[in-house]
Protein backbone atom coordinates (compact mmCIF):
# COMPACT_ATOMS: atom_id res chain seq x y z
CA UNK A 1 0.00 0.00 0.00
CA UNK A 2 1.29 3.22 -0.78
CA UNK A 3 1.47 6.33 1.92
CA UNK A 4 -0.60 8.91 1.76
CA UNK A 5 0.65 12.50 0.68
CA UNK A 6 0.16 15.99 0.60
CA UNK A 7 0.53 18.76 -1.71
CA UNK A 8 0.80 22.20 -0.52
CA UNK A 9 0.72 25.49 -2.31
CA UNK A 10 1.81 28.55 -0.91
CA UNK A 11 0.63 32.15 -3.10
CA UNK A 12 0.85 35.10 -2.88
CA UNK A 13 -0.94 37.99 -3.97
CA UNK A 14 -0.36 41.48 -5.31
CA UNK A 15 -1.68 43.69 -2.42
CA UNK A 16 -3.96 46.28 -3.37
CA UNK A 17 -6.62 47.85 -1.69
CA UNK A 18 -9.14 45.48 -0.32
CA UNK A 19 -6.53 43.02 1.16
CA UNK A 20 -4.81 44.09 4.18
CA UNK A 21 -1.83 42.21 4.64
CA UNK A 22 -0.93 40.64 7.90
CA UNK A 23 2.70 39.14 7.44
CA UNK A 24 3.56 40.29 3.89
CA UNK A 25 7.15 38.49 2.48
CA UNK A 26 10.05 40.85 1.47
CA UNK A 27 7.97 42.17 -1.53
CA UNK A 28 4.91 43.54 0.71
CA UNK A 29 2.18 40.56 -0.92
CA UNK A 30 0.59 38.43 1.72
CA UNK A 31 0.64 34.93 1.53
CA UNK A 32 -1.93 32.54 1.69
CA UNK A 33 -1.81 28.75 2.02
CA UNK A 34 -3.47 25.75 0.33
CA UNK A 35 -2.76 22.25 1.18
CA UNK A 36 -4.26 19.13 -0.85
CA UNK A 37 -4.56 16.07 1.33
CA UNK A 38 -3.59 13.09 -1.60
CA UNK A 39 -4.18 9.16 -1.15
CA UNK A 40 -0.86 8.30 -2.63
CA UNK A 41 2.48 9.85 -4.19
CA UNK A 42 1.59 7.84 -6.51
CA UNK A 43 -1.69 9.94 -7.26
CA UNK A 44 0.29 12.92 -6.70
CA UNK A 45 3.22 12.34 -8.74
CA UNK A 46 -0.21 11.35 -11.76
CA UNK A 47 -0.88 14.62 -10.80
CA UNK A 48 2.32 16.34 -11.26
CA UNK A 49 3.25 14.95 -14.56
CA UNK A 50 -0.58 15.68 -15.85
CA UNK A 51 -1.17 18.44 -18.00
CA UNK A 52 -3.43 20.09 -15.28
CA UNK A 53 0.03 21.86 -13.50
CA UNK A 54 0.59 23.64 -17.50
CA UNK A 55 -2.99 23.98 -18.05
CA UNK A 56 -3.54 26.40 -14.64
CA UNK A 57 -0.65 28.16 -15.82
CA UNK A 58 -1.18 28.92 -19.19
CA UNK A 59 -4.84 29.92 -18.21
CA UNK A 60 -3.20 32.29 -15.30
CA UNK A 61 -1.17 33.63 -17.97
CA UNK A 62 -4.26 33.82 -20.49
CA UNK A 63 -5.87 35.97 -17.84
CA UNK A 64 -2.84 38.55 -17.56
CA UNK A 65 -2.54 36.94 -13.41
CA UNK A 66 1.09 36.40 -13.68
CA UNK A 67 2.25 39.78 -12.49
CA UNK A 68 -0.35 39.90 -10.04
CA UNK A 69 0.01 35.72 -8.45
CA UNK A 70 3.04 33.95 -7.42
CA UNK A 71 3.06 30.79 -5.96
CA UNK A 72 5.48 28.05 -4.44
CA UNK A 73 4.41 23.94 -4.16
CA UNK A 74 6.25 21.75 -1.39
CA UNK A 75 5.01 17.88 -1.60
CA UNK A 76 5.95 14.73 -0.35
CA UNK A 77 4.73 11.72 1.95
CA UNK A 78 2.92 12.03 5.52
CA UNK A 79 3.57 10.12 8.73
CA UNK A 80 -0.67 9.89 8.68
CA UNK A 81 -3.31 8.71 6.28
CA UNK A 82 -5.62 11.02 4.91
CA UNK A 83 -9.32 10.62 6.55
CA UNK A 84 -12.22 9.17 4.19
Known amino acids: MDA ?3 DGVRFWI ?3 RRFEPVRP ?3 GWP ?3 MIHAVGSIA ?3 AYLWS ?4 RNARERSERGWDGLL ?3 RRSGRTAFAAPG
Open 4 to 6: AAI
Open 25 to 27: DEQ
Open 51 to 54: EAPA
Open 31 to 33: AHA
Open 14 to 16: KPA
Open 70 to 72: RTE
Open 43 to 45: ELE
